[in-house]
């Protein structure tokens, strides 16, 4: 595809429940990004991933949260036992090599957690 | 700890005037800085970016954006605003040494009118 897809579109779940969210990025983009964004805030940073460099896990917010990427392909982020704060539009980016300002973001996951 | 801060929630401005949304920063070192702005029930799109050399930095779409690093700020210009620049506008920091980690700020909501 031509950019960042990402699914579901909508996520309704329990409390409680586990969640994983699916991001595909631009063919060719070494670098991958998750962010969350609750209501009427700004984008939260979770996780970066750069080709086969550890990633950065700084943003995570707990230990219920993780994520996985497949070389430069495909990555999932799972939420275990997810609260209702865990309500947000989870953002995914991806970003070509040398260009990391560039970032092109998918329309996201919106989550419900109820 | 980095930080970015859009003290405007929302900007209001008549069709033809100039606009101004503001932005200020706390990262250590010279850091790099973007906008990007969100068009409803669109993705995020990268606007324009500061890295080095000319603190006036020219965008998409007839924007542009002033670095000031005494200030700390980096204010997202346009001459004259058209309705359709209606959207969110997001301001981002990196550290030089911080790979990929974009820090956003929490949004600015613009709104032209006719």
Redesign the interface.
Known sequence: GAGVSQSPSNKVTEKGKDVELRCDPISGHTALYWYRQRLGQGLEFLIYFQGNSAPDKSGLPSDRFSAERTGESVSTLTIQRTQQEDSAVYLCASSPAGAHEKLFFGSGTQLSVL | AQS?A?PEDQVNVAEGNPLTVKCTYSVSGNP?L?W?VQYPN?????LL?Y?TGDNLVKGSYGFEAEFNKSQTSFHLKKPSALVSDSALY?C?V?ERNQ?????????TELSVKP
């Open positions: 970015v859009q790099y973007f990007y669109r993705g995020l799109q990268f970016k890295i997001f981002a990196r790979g990929g980690k974009l820090i956003f700020g929490q949004g």
